[in-house]
């Protein structure tokens, strides 16, 4: 059975960071690109950040504008995103995902698996 474990959410101050992982077991996520989205009350689901099967190359949201950064420990089966110079409208539960394909890394669409979320809470 495959899961995908979100942890390191929480309520941070305008500002502040947080460091999100996502533990994943069931599978080898060195056979797969990893992804974090985020969906905020009434808003859809978007797209953070993802990396690709070795880690060299990752992706971002426009809105993260170099405030973010995603690592993957594929020996470990984590990946992490970290999070800096947090805003008040990067309130969200994050999602950690899992995509097998080949297609848009920045697409929703595209992943076979989800965590269940972690809350991000940002107070002004």
């Known amino acids: 059975q495959v899961q995908l474990v979100e942890s390191g959410g929480g309520l941070v101050q305008a500002g502040g960071s947080l460091r999100l992982s996502c533990a994943v077991s069931?599978?080898?996520?060195?056979?797969?690109?990893m992804g974090w989205f985020r969906q905020a009350p009434g808003k859809e689901r978007e797209f953070v950040a993802g990396v690709e099967w070795s880690g060299r190359f990752t992706y971002f949201g426009d809105f993260v504008k170099g405030r973010f950064t995603v690592s993957r420990d594929n020996a470990k089966n984590l990946v992490t995103l970290q999070m800096n110079s947090l805003k008040p409208e990067d309130t969200a539960v994050y999602y950690c995902?899992?995509?097998?394909?080949?297609?848009?890394?920045?697409?929703?669409?595209?992943?076979?698996?989800w965590g269940q979320g972690t809350q991000v809470t940002v107070s002004s």
């Open positions: 069931g599978l080898a996520i060195s056979d797969y690109r």
């Open positions: 995902a899992a995509t097998n394909g080949y297609g848009y890394i920045k697409s929703k669409a595209e992943y076979n698996y």
